[in-house]
């Protein structure tokens, strides 16, 4: 290449470069100016929206509530009429569930029915008091008097189980969590179940509490009272 034409050139690029550098800054600067202008100028005021009172706010919600629990009963109601076996079992199962919901034995009904059951066996002769029954009760009085029973609301039924230690004891084996009894182990421990008003397995265990089945077995038979 020519010398000259070599200097023409290199002077052209660095022309056309600061030219091109010096308009992208004043473009930049021209934009940066301008752009918050334009912006809050083509932006749409923003309404002023009055806040609700509390009291509004509860009105409707609950409306909103109220009409939203209309809406499913109008639609149970009509999907009932159009199967009305299938509304009649669920009726049934929903009824017989809230009934054993509202009849479930409390702890305090054991102890209750415990003690009139403990009364009711010792109204009959020792002779004629069934060993078992016997002996049920008096191991539910003693874990009683240890603090070893423990209650569990399982909402349509409840269940009596037996616990290793006293509630109230701080030794290690009774607050440690691994020491705790297992789950696998609970049908094992429990004592009674409470269902419908009624604790079965005491119920179970005085079905024939004034029937000793060894009261004849200590004295002899006919035969060999003869020999």
């Not at 308009?23 to 930049?28: D, F, G, H, T």
């Not at 919600?61 to 639609?75: I, M, P, Q, R």
């Not at 209650?151 to 269940?159: E, P």
Request: with cysteine; net charge neutral.
């Amino acid at each position: 290449m020519i010398p000259g034409k070599q200097k023409n050139v290199l002077w052209n690029v660095k022309y056309y470069s600061s030219a091109a550098i010096s308009s992208s800054q004043s473009n930049v600067q021209a934009s940066s100016t301008s752009t918050p202008e334009k912006i809050k100028e083509n932006t749409p005021p923003v309404p002023d929206v009055p806040k609700k009172k509390l009291s509004v706010k509860l009105k409707e919600y609950s409306t909103a509530l109220y009409n939203d629990y209309k809406d499913v009963f109008v639609e149970t109601c009509a999907e009932a009429k159009e199967k009305p076996i299938k509304a009649t079992i669920y009726i049934v199962l929903l009824g017989a569930l809230g009934y054993c919901m509202v009849n479930v034995p409390s702890e305090k009904d054991f102890w209750d029915d415990l003690i009139s059951k403990d009364v009711q066996l010792n109204s009959v002769g020792r002779s004629i008091r069934n060993p078992e029954t016997e002996k049920h009760l008096r191991e539910l009085t003693a874990l009683r008097m240890k603090g070893m029973l423990r209650y569990q609301n399982l909402a349509v039924c409840s269940i009596l189980w037996r616990h290793n230690n006293q509630e109230s004891l701080g030794v290690y084996d009774a607050t440690c969590k691994y020491t705790q009894p297992l789950w696998l182990e609970m049908w094992d421990r429990v004592v009674d179940i409470g269902f419908v008003g009624k604790w079965w397995i005491m119920e179970k265990s005085m079905e024939e509490y004034d029937i000793n089945p060894q009261e004849w077995d200590s004295t002899p038979k006919p035969e060999a009272a003869q020999a």
